[in-house]
């Protein structure tokens, strides 16, 4: 199993920015796909950005703003998140996919039944 700890999250007023890391420990991820989600009370948790070896996805109401990427020697995926809206305001949870999926994960990085581990979340606050 990967244990996964999302930090970074926190309070900014909007247009500002934030940087969140996930740490992943009990194997390394650099053949494996990773996600982030944010979720808001009463809605479903919702696909943000992934990436997979050399490619990467993103939602399009983030896209231009945020940047996934990942350091293989510290097994950590970041989310920088840019020009942030009072709208990003959610927990944001790390993903993480342990099976290797091949071409179904090209056509499902955005559904949580796809990733096998999670983290436990970090608060995002965007103020107006």
């Known amino acids: 199993q990967v244990q996964l700890v999302e930090s970074g999250g926190g309070l900014v007023q909007a247009g500002g920015s934030l940087r969140l890391s996930c740490a992943a420990s009990?194997?390394?991820?650099?053949?494996?796909?990773m996600g982030w989600f944010r979720q808001v009370p009463g809605k479903e948790r919702e696909f943000v950005a992934a990436m997979r070896r050399y490619s990467t996805y993103y939602a399009d109401s983030v896209k231009g703003r945020f940047t996934i990427s990942g350091d293989n020697a510290k097994n950590t995926v970041y989310l920088q998140m840019n020009s942030l809206k009072p709208e990003d305001t959610a927990v944001y949870y790390c993903?993480?996919?342990?099976?290797?999926?091949?071409?179904?994960?090209?056509?499902?990085?955005?559904?949580?039944?796809?990733?096998?581990?999670w983290g436990q979340g970090t608060q995002v606050t965007v103020s107006s």
């Open positions: 993903a993480a996919v342990s099976r290797n999926l091949g071409t179904y994960y090209s056509a499902n990085y955005d559904a949580t039944t796809t990733y096998d581990d």
């Open positions: 009990g194997r390394t991820f650099s053949s494996s796909a």
